[in-house]
Nanobody, 113 residues
Framework: QVQLVESGGGLVQPGGSLRLSCAAS???????MGWFRQAPGEQRDWVAT???????NYADSVKGRFTISRDNAKNTVYLQMNSLKPEDTAVYYC????????WGQGTQVTVSS
């Protein structure tokens, strides 16, 4: 059973930046990794994916502002979030996927002045 631990969430003003990290308990080689987010009262929405080969995809709502990356040596995926908006406020969940999907516990991001 793979365990994922997110970190890096917090409170930031509009226009600010945060970097989320998600560390896996085992090797991430061969796995796709990514992020979803869930705002209060809303469904969990996909944010970004980085494939095992390093290709990236983003939701239109974050394209150009967020950057996903991975460090296989550290078994970690990152989400650099710039130009944050109040509508980015949500709990952010990382995932790890090959034949099954594993989830982290989530980290809160709040964008407010």
């Amino acid at each position: 059973q793979v365990q994922l631990v997110e970190s890096g969430g917090g409170l930031v003003q509009p226009g600010g930046s945060l970097r989320l990290s998600c560390a896996a308990s085992g090797s991430v080689f061969g796995y796709h990794m990514g992020w979803f987010r869930q705002a209060p009262g809303e469904q969990r929405d996909w944010v970004a994916t980085i494939t095992s080969g390093g290709s990236t995809n983003y939701a239109d709502s974050v394209k150009g502002r967020f950057t996903i990356s991975r460090d296989n040596a550290k078994n970690t995926v990152y989400l650099q979030m710039n130009s944050l908006k109040p509508e980015d406020t949500a709990v952010y969940y990382c995932y790890l996927e090959r034949y099954v999907r594993y989830w982290g516990q989530g980290t809160q991001v709040t964008v407010s002045s």
